[in-house]
């Protein structure tokens, strides 16, 4: 691709000496432009509430790129074009004065801007409307948000309002940066190119489905912003509900945005509700005590520095849930993500029925099922699993399982496989939707995690122990294991 395929923006990156822009914002956008895939004109204005010029900002950048973006790739010429993109302005985002700089800046230009909002939801709506009184807007204008969006459903509600104020629907882009990975993109085809698993994707074909996102950090220095979100508002109402609905959601008619987005709302509205005996038999929250990871010693999360050591948040969640229509009838959908796991793991696992007649070894009887291991990180691939004769002269009819793999980094050597944001942020430029997330999905999935939120202070229950290095509290073992099924831990 060319560098005129993309469109001309600007660029006013709000949270532009924060921890999200330095290490994942000004890398993404380096590699699109390393790529021929930035706009020749496109400009990047960083503000941020500290005093420095022009030139330090583009020196902490550039430190940034030097730490984050492999050397090879790190290639003179571009990088000083990069560099030559950047400008800086100071800025109080919580007041309308100062603001009209911005529009300064963009005076007697033509090409749009986007407006990217890398700092925490509560100031969303101020940022908005004083970009808004200081005449900053156009009718191009678009604005780039980060998940989640508030606290529950009423604040989501609150900072939504906030920002359509300034923005209409179109022009609103809600990141979720799993839906820019490269393997959520083959999902997508996977299930919609190819008959083989399209004619198989229901009630009759799959047992139960698995989702598993596991981080082996704690809360990284996170604690304010972590004790007051817990597990599930940080991450199953976002990331695990997005995967979920792209596993579970009907064939769209088209691949526009709305055709998307109209079948993700179907599944949010069909998930089964939460009921005070189905909390205590089929939800695990957990909170992570001292243990070892890869051998080394590592905190409590109520040890952890600056902690509440009374806190009841949830590092944790294990959960069973179903949707409720005529293709996923009876199929339950187990989900799970914590802190301080064993590995960083991020995968989705389809277990497809026996067959209703097996001939082989009853002792083996156990294998005689497939499974889809869809694998997001670390490393992004796909396998099948299958059943095969083993071989030699001595094993009769014995099965062994094995997978039929495709790895990314294998399967495209010469290829280097694009962070999220680089696709995220290239689809803003020119526009298109498709990945973001409209706000009928924030507020179904709010809607559901807000049912659970209260059902667990009803029963006030604290979070259950488990070490660090471990895959979560015994009993989201036993939650699965009480189905006469077991988590697919090796891939």
């Known amino acids: 691709m060319t560098q005129d395929t993309t469109p001309d923006i600007d660029l006013a990156l709000f949270g532009a000496l924060g921890d999200l822009a330095l290490r994942?914002?000004?890398?993404?956008?380096?590699?699109?432009?390393?790529?021929?895939?930035?706009?020749?004109?496109?400009?990047?204005?960083?503000?941020?509430?500290?005093?420095?010029?022009?030139?330090?900002?583009?020196?902490?950048?550039?430190?940034a790129l030097k730490k984050h973006v492999k050397t090879a790739l790190l290639e003179k010429t571009c990088l000083e074009r990069f560099i030559a993109r950047l400008d800086y302005?100071?800025?109080?985002?919580?007041?309308?004065?100062?603001?009209?700089?911005?529009?300064?800046?963009r005076k007697d230009v033509e090409r749009p801007m986007t407006v990217y909002?890398?700092?925490?939801?509560?100031?969303?709506?101020?940022?908005?409307?004083?970009?808004?009184?200081?005449?900053?807007?156009?009718?191009?204008?678009?604005?780039v948000v980060e998940k989640p969006i508030g606290y529950d459903l009423e604040s989501s509600r609150q900072i939504n309002d906030a920002i359509g104020e300034a923005f209409p629907e179109s022009r609103i882009y809600r990141i979720d940066h799993y839906l820019g990975k490269e393997t959520v993109q083959n999902l997508i085809a996977l299930r919609f190119a190819n008959p083989l698993f399209g004619n198989q994707w229901n009630q009759n074909q799959i047992s139960h489905v698995e989702i598993t996102v596991a981080e082996q950090v704690g809360i990284e220095g996170r604690w304010g912003y972590f004790d007051k979100a817990g597990q599930l508002r940080d991450m199953v109402q976002n990331h695990l509900l997005q995967l979920l609905c792209l596993i579970a959601m009907d064939p769209p008619s088209n691949l526009d945005a709305d055709a998307i987005r109209d079948e993700k709302v179907k599944v949010l509205k069909a998930l089964k509700p939460f009921t005070q005996e189905t909390i205590g038999r089929d939800v695990v929250r957990g909170q992570y005590i001292a243990g070892s990871i890869n051998g080394e010693s590592v905190p409590g999360y109520l040890e952890e520095e600056g902690a509440n050591t009374e806190s009841?948040?949830?590092?944790?969640?294990?959960?069973?849930?179903?949707?409720?229509?005529?293709?996923?009838?009876?199929?339950?959908?187990?989900?799970?993500?914590?802190k301080r796991m064993p590995e960083k793991l991020s995968q989705i696992v389809i277990h497809f029925r026996q067959q209703p007649h097996y001939i082989f070894d009853p002792d083996q009887r156990d294998l005689a099922a497939n499974k889809l291991i869809i694998r997001l990180q670390p490393e992004e691939g796909i396998a099948l699993q299958v059943l095969t004769k083993d071989g030699g002269l001595d094993k009769g009819m014995r099965l062994r399982p094995g997978p039929l793999h495709l790895d990314f980094n294998s399967a495209f050597p010469k290829s280097r496989i694009p962070d999220a944001y680089e696709r995220l942020l290239l689809e803003v430029m020119k526009g298109q939707q498709y990945l973001f997330v409209r706000r009928d999905e924030v507020e179904y999935a709010w809607r559901w995690c807000d049912q659970l939120i209260e059902g667990w202070k009803a029963?006030?229950?604290?979070?259950?122990?488990?070490?660090?290095?471990?895959?979560?509290?015994?009993?989201?073992?036993a939650m699965i294991t009480q189905d006469g099924r077991s988590w697919y831990e090796d891939y």
């Open 89 to 105: 302005l100071q800025l109080d985002f919580a007041t309308v004065e100062g603001y009209d700089a911005i529009a300064r800046w």
């Open 117 to 143: 909002l890398a700092v925490p939801a509560s100031i969303y709506g101020d940022i908005c409307r004083n970009l808004s009184a200081s005449g900053s807007l156009d009718e191009q204008t678009r604005v």
């Open 24 to 63: 994942k914002l000004y890398t993404a956008l380096y590699h699109l432009d390393r790529d021929g895939l930035l706009g020749a004109s496109t400009r990047i204005l960083g503000l941020a509430r500290q005093d420095i010029d022009a030139e330090a900002f583009r020196q902490r950048v550039q430190q």
């Open 459 to 477: 029963r006030d229950m604290p979070p259950r122990r488990y070490p660090a290095g471990s895959w979560g509290p015994v009993a989201s073992i």
């Open 312 to 338: 009841r948040t949830e590092t944790f969640v294990a959960m069973k849930t179903e949707v409720s229509n005529w293709r996923w009838a009876g199929v339950p959908f187990y989900l799970r993500t914590g």
